[in-house]
Structure formats: structure tokens, C-alpha cells
């Protein structure tokens, strides 16, 4: 490809929008353009990357068994209403009527097509293991679409779908999609963790994120210090800190005016912050009212509180509604908190401790020496609380690090929710009618481009991985008007394409130093300059974009050199 006839506009001006390094990128290196707000074209650099990437995740696909296929974008509502998910999805879904006035969406997902297609064909047992995936458009209607690619409102996911006879089937298709996932970011050139995540209602350890580090994500993780266990923030399990052993003091009530919050607690009776509780109080969808305690230094995880109680949504409880069940927002503890009207978790930590302070549930009054097991009475112990820096890994004990990340892909154990659903079930070895066992595996495609570029730039633009760089190397005229250069690099052109090297010949008469920079912005991972000491002295100059190293070749040696260096990046 010659880059003058390459449809790669540069930008000098990056819109305001753009507020990390990937969108801002992609806008000025000519890889992107905005049509509507989280919808946008790719230009040629980008496709190609896209491309790339969309080839090695076929590879690795194909390789764990997969077969692709392409399902519609367009969905009828029928399916969405049978799974149940056409009000769940909600506003998040594009939603439209054909002429006729029947309902359908641009799909976000394909768990009910594919379910559909499946329920219609597969009989036998001997038909399974299946793995179906497509590569294609996704649409979400996102409350806050940005970031450019990064959350988008129409964007590309890989999608794998596998049903199984039983769950150790689907223990097998995980394990593949999980190890090829592995193999997929690694030959992608990214620095990746799978992590454990929430999966919800469903439970257990049934679902990984892979997320590419990078502190721009939007996710937050914890990762162990030491060994390999990383998870979600959301879905870290944390075992009970039992507190130094202790002589039972009575329970005792003390005045503490206007003392709302924890430290003005502590700062007036002098106690140490691991010895109070905490009270967080949240109403769900269904307008119950939960009242979560947890130590006074730790937080609640509202993701565990949910799951604990079986709620959808949480919101901050109402204060009127709070003191209709006997709580007084401030001093607020479970004793004389009224049951009916009140579902009290208590975080496991909390039951271990001995001798605290907690609210009294009186205005202005607190109660020390407090024994949770002792005093709290009816209560749901579970463990509720958000992991912080510093916490022991629920794996090996090790402190843990909160880091941040971009979730690029998810592998995610469905069970039978939607074969059950949707009716779709098989005969097995003993001629018996059974639900098929399903997972879902996504890889956002786009969003894996933006964060190969998040992790990997630097003040002068883009520093592709060799794999998925829109072009392997780009080749420099330092004076496209001086036809001896042009020669020259017209041969190394040539010798590039017969070793099937991706290469772009800089061939536009713009001065070197805006070629220089274009390259350095666009990101091509090696540079070839061709100046006049090419031409006179046999000095052929390449250049490492990643690490800035320079190196003199010859024109006899430069074809092995550059396979080597290739082959290391
Ligand atoms: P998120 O939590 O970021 O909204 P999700 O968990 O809803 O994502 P999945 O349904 O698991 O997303 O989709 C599979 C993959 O598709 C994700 O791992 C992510 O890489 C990508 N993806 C999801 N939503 C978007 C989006 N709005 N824009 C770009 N990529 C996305
Ligand atoms: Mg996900």
C-alpha cells in the first residue's frame, strides 16, 4: 500500500470528548470517525486491525472445535418475551416496529436465536458437544456511552455459544473457551488477567472476565500479590478476621450527641475503628428495606448484599422509612431493628467481633460492648463486604492490589436458564427428554482494539503489538522527489511483499519530518528510512517503535535483520 493513496485523515485537534488516550488516538491517527454519539466508522488502519484480530480469534475459535455462522441482527420480540428478557433489557435495547407492527430489536446478545435455532435442529445426545460462534455487530442503547470504542452503542463481539449433554460437558467447553481466550489475548499482544467475576444469581464460580490491565478501565480488581487468583472487586471473597479474644463485657448505652458518623463515634469515646459497625440501609425493587452492617473501616459490596438477598437493584434507603422499622439513621445497629419491616445482613466479620460499638437506635445514643452474637438476634450472616488494598487472598493469604482494568472478553457458565426458557432440550443415552447445558463466551472486538491502544502508547501516538498492527512496516522516503530513494525503497517494497511483511510505502512529497511523525502517531511497529545515506553509503536506517532502538543495515544484510527483529516484537 502506498500512503498517498492511503484514506487516513490526521487530526491536529483532538474534540474535548475524547478523554483517554485510545479515542484520542484513534481520532487523530485517521482510525476512527464519530456518525452518532457511540457509533462510529472505522477507516481503513482501523478495519485492518480489526481484521487481524477478528482472524486470530477465528483461528483459536476453529482450533477449540467452534464453527462460525451469522446469525441476524434483526430479532423478533417473540423469542425476548418467551426467555422473559424483552422487559429485563429494557430501555439498554433497540427496539422497532416493521410495517406490519410486529415488535423486534437490533441484538445486544444472541442467547435467544441461537437457543431458537438449536431447540428446532438438535435431537441426540450423540449431536452434542456444539460450539456456535459469529463475529459481528452488537447494539446497547448504553446509558453512558464513550470512550470512544471502548463503550459504544454499536460495536463488534465475537459470540460463542456451546451446549452440552451435562454439566461436566460444559466444564469441558468452558475450560476450552477459557485456555483459548488465553491464547487469543496473548498472540494480541496484551497484558491480561482472567478474573473471577459475579455471575449473578446463578453463583459459584461461574464466570471470568479477561481483563486487560490498563488505568483508564472501568473495572477495578483485585489481584493477588503472589499467587494467580485475581477477581472483580464485586465478586472477591473475603474470609472472617476473627478478633483477639476477649472478656464478654456487658452491653452498656452511652450518650454521644450529634455523633452521626463513625469517626465522630471514635474520636469522642476514644475506641479504635475496628472496634465499631457500621450501618448501611438500601431499599430494593421489591421496596424492602435492607439494613447492611459491616466494621467500621470496611465497606459494603452491594453486588454480594444483593446476591445475599436475592435483590436486583439497590438504592439508599428512604429515612422515613427507615424509622417506620425502628432504625434512627445515624445510630443505627440491629438491635431493635423490627424484623418485619427490616432484613438485617450482617457481614460474617461483624459476628466475630466482641466488645463493640454500634448504634443504639435512639437519637444521639450508642451502645459500647456490644456482642453481636449475644445482642444482634435474628440476623443473615453473610459475607458482604468489599475487598480494599491490603486484604489477605481468599486463595493463599497474600495481600491483595486493586488495579484497574478493561473487560475485553467473558466466559460465562449459563446452566440451563435459557434452554429451560425456551424449551430446548435433547434425548440422552437413556432415551430421557433434558434441558441442554449452555455457556455464552463474548470477546468485544472493537473494545480490544481500544485497549491494545490504552496499554500500549506513548506521548508521540500508537505502539501496536506486531499482531495487530495495521501495518507490520512502514517505509520512508526521507524526499519522495528524489527518484534514487524512491528506487531504493520501491525495492525494499517489493522484497517486504514477497515475504509477506504487512508494509506501507510513505510515497507522499510532504517533508520528512511530518512522515517521521506520522508514523510515530499511527504506530507502525518498525521504520525503515531510506535518505540520502541509503542511497549513498548503503546505510538502509530501521527503527523499533517500541523501544526506540536504531539500527544500521545494508542492503545485503537488511532482509535476514528484519525477519529476526520482526520475529522477536
Ligand atoms: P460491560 O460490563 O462493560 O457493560 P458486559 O459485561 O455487559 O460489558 P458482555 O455482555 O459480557 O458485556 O459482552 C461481551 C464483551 O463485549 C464484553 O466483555 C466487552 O468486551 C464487549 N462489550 C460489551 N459492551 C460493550 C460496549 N458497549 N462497547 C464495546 N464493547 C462492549
Ligand atoms: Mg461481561
Redesign the pocket.
Known sequence: MYASKLYAPTLREVPAEAEIPSHQLMLRAGFIRKAAG?VYTYLPLAWRTLRKIEAIIREEMDAADGQEIAMPIMQPSELWKESGRWEVFGEEMFKFNDRHGREFCLGP?HEEIITDLVRNEVRSYKQLPLLLYQIQN?Y?D?IR?RFG?????E?I?K?LYSFDKDEAGLDVSYKKMYDAYTKIFTRCGLTFRPVEADSGAIGGSNTH??TALADTG??EIAVCTKCDYAANIEKAELAVINAPAETELPLQKIATPDKKTIKAVIDQLGLPIEKTIKAVAFEDEKNRLICAFVRGDHEVNEVKLQNAVGAVELRMADEQVILAAGGVPGFMSPIGLNRKKAVVVVDCTVMAMKNTCCGANEVDQHYINADPQRDFGDVLVKDIRLIKEGDPCPHCGAPVKITRG?????V?KLGIKYSQALHAGFLDENGREKPLVMGCY???V???MAAAIEQSHDDNGIIWPKAIAPYEVVIVPVNAKDSAQMELAEIIYGVMRKNKIDVLLDDRKERAGVKFKDADLIGYPIRITIGPKAVKEDIIEVKVRKTGELFNFSKTDYEEKLKQILQKL
Request: glycine share 16%; aromatic share 10%; charged share 35%.
Open positions: 457511540g446478545t452488537k446497547r448504553e456511552p470504542l471502548m463503550r459504544g452503542r460495536f463481539m459470540d472476565e479477561f472501568e473495572s478493561i473487560e475485553i472478553g467473558q460465562f463474548g470477546i468485544g472493537s473494545r480490544t
